[in-house]
């Protein structure tokens, strides 16, 4: 039993000029990352690594967008490739899993380990024949995973390594339940990994049950933003919301990424947006998987300009070059801000993220504020009346921000 993980610095803390060198990876996967031209490791890729290979426990908390899939796809391949058993990785949501499972196979196939992504959505009958030829690693959203228990169609009796993806959003959205009930199934002699956000009770009491002395390794504060992404705050009132939304897409021309609070609102908004002339689509609960992926690859390759999303897709869209992330309407959590405008500047580059706030949402606003440790700068647009928060809405301790100057766009 564990109180907190122990915080250490990893062997190879800061990315090298040697690369991946250095960091214990087998030759064989070093060749597979010289492939794909994966030359530099990120700072989590280069903490987790080594201490991974060795077998540790580890909490990783790390900011979106930093490369946590391949710190621990690298160690769990490798570990496959030296001895028996099985790989499990859960995620949140459908796109999470399918992007870390098309993130293995770039290097499983020197191997010859198989990967089977296991989601709801998706045909069950085809699962159960992947499940037949023998994976080694088994990607899963909780809920599926749990179906294919229930029928017997794995075991997880011979797992050797867990990792818990992006477990903060896992309990956030119900599948505290649904994760115990796996881990009952898998052995306790295990290593087990657990990447998440932000550090919370929640995820301590996670880790003080299922893990054994982890190390914890946090890469940036819990709510830091993407280095290189840029914010910027319009108060607006929602009937002119589409008004303001229009005009912003006309500066930007690369690909928009706008998130709905809703997935009734998500479908009219991507509406509106191709009633502007712009190709967009959207992407929620409510679009079947093959709908769901079709709008993720046509985003990708560039066929829409827009994709209009909810939270559920927050943590599931891994795609370099968004040039903007639109908040179209506030999230009901502050930390889902953060998961938000990850989506920009990714890899390095930069990114923008413009966030619409209604006169009322002072409070709200406030709470990213807190989060995020800084205050978002207010811009207005010359064509759109300018608009304030309301008195009402001003929580008594709003004065402990110095807003900085309002900037005319």
């Known amino acids: 039993m564990m109180n907190r993980p122990n915080n250490v610095n990893a062997p190879g803390a800061q990315p090298t000029e040697q690369g991946f060198f250095g960091l214990g990876i087998a030759p064989g996967i070093l060749g597979a990352l010289a492939r794909i031209k994966f030359k530099t490791p990120t700072p989590i890729q280069a903490r987790v690594i080594p201490l991974a290979i060795r077998g540790d426990d580890i909490v990783g908390i790390a900011q979106t967008g930093t490369g946590k899939t391949h710190a621990f796809a690298i160690p769990m391949v490798q570990c496959l490739a030296q001895k028996p058993g099985l790989g499990l990785v859960l995620a949140p949501t459908r796109e999470l899993a399918l992007q870390i499972d098309e993130a293995f196979r770039t290097i499983t196939q020197p191997f010859g380990i198989r990967t089977v992504c296991l989601i709801g959505g998706a045909s069950m009958f085809e699962q159960m024949n992947a499940l037949r030829r023998s994976p080694r690693v088994v990607i899963a959203t909780p809920g599926r995973l749990n179906d294919h228990l229930d029928r017997r169609n794995l075991a997880l009796h011979n797992t050797v390594m867990v990792v818990l993806d992006e477990a903060d959003r896992m309990l956030d959205m119900g599948f505290a339940p649904q994760v115990e009930k796996i881990l009952s199934y898998v052995p306790k002699k295990r290593q087990t990994m657990l990447f998440?956000?932000?550090?919370?009770?929640?995820?301590?009491?996670?880790?003080?049950?299922?893990?054994?002395?982890?190390?914890?390794?946090?890469?940036?504060?819990?709510?830091?933003?993407?280095?290189?992404?840029?914010?910027?705050?319009?108060?607006?009132?929602?009937?002119?919301?589409?008004?303001?939304?229009?005009?912003?897409?006309?500066?930007?021309?690369?690909?928009?990424?706008?998130?709905?609070?809703?997935?009734?609102?998500?479908?009219?908004?991507?509406?509106?947006?191709?009633?502007?002339?712009?190709?967009?689509?959207?992407?929620?609960?409510?679009?079947?998987?093959?709908?769901?992926?079709?709008?993720?690859?046509?985003?990708?390759?560039?066929?829409?300009?827009?994709?209009?999303?909810?939270?559920?897709?927050?943590?599931?869209?891994?795609?370099?070059?968004?040039?903007?992330?639109?908040?179209?309407?506030?999230?009901?959590?502050?930390?889902?801000?953060?998961?938000?405008?990850?989506?920009?500047?990714?890899?390095?580059?930069?990114?923008?993220?413009?966030?619409?706030?209604?006169?009322?949402?002072?409070?709200?606003?406030?709470?990213?504020?807190?989060?995020?440790?800084?205050?978002?700068?207010?811009?207005?647009?010359?064509?759109?009346?300018?608009?304030?928060?309301?008195?009402?809405?001003?929580?008594?301790?709003?004065?402990?921000?110095?807003?900085?100057?309002?900037?005319?766009?």
Do not use: C, W
């Open 196 to 409: 998440s956000a932000t550090m919370s009770k929640e995820i301590m009491a996670v880790a003080a049950r299922h893990m054994k002395l982890p190390v914890s390794v946090e890469i940036a504060p819990s709510g830091t933003t993407v280095e290189k992404v840029t914010q910027e705050l319009f108060i607006v009132r929602r009937e002119a919301k589409l008004k303001l939304l229009d005009k912003l897409l006309a500066r930007y021309p690369g690909p928009v990424l706008l998130f709905s609070r809703t997935k009734h609102n998500a479908g009219k908004i991507a509406r509106s947006i191709r009633d502007m002339g712009y190709r967009a689509t959207e992407i929620h609960s409510n679009r079947s998987l093959s709908q769901r992926r079709e709008a993720l690859d046509g985003f990708k390759s560039g066929r829409y300009k827009v994709l209009v999303a909810t939270d559920i897709a927050a943590r599931g869209i891994d795609v370099i070059g968004i040039e903007l992330v639109v908040n179209y309407d506030l999230p009901d959590e502050a930390e889902n801000y953060v998961h938000r405008i990850g989506r920009t500047a990714r890899a390095g580059q930069a990114g923008h993220a413009i966030s619409f706030a209604t006169p009322d949402q002072s409070r709200e606003v406030h709470s990213i504020e807190r989060l995020i440790r800084t205050p978002l700068p207010i811009s207005r647009h010359p064509e759109i009346p300018p608009e304030r928060f309301t008195p009402a809405a001003l929580p008594t301790h709003h004065r402990r921000f110095r807003r900085p100057r309002i900037r005319h766009v």
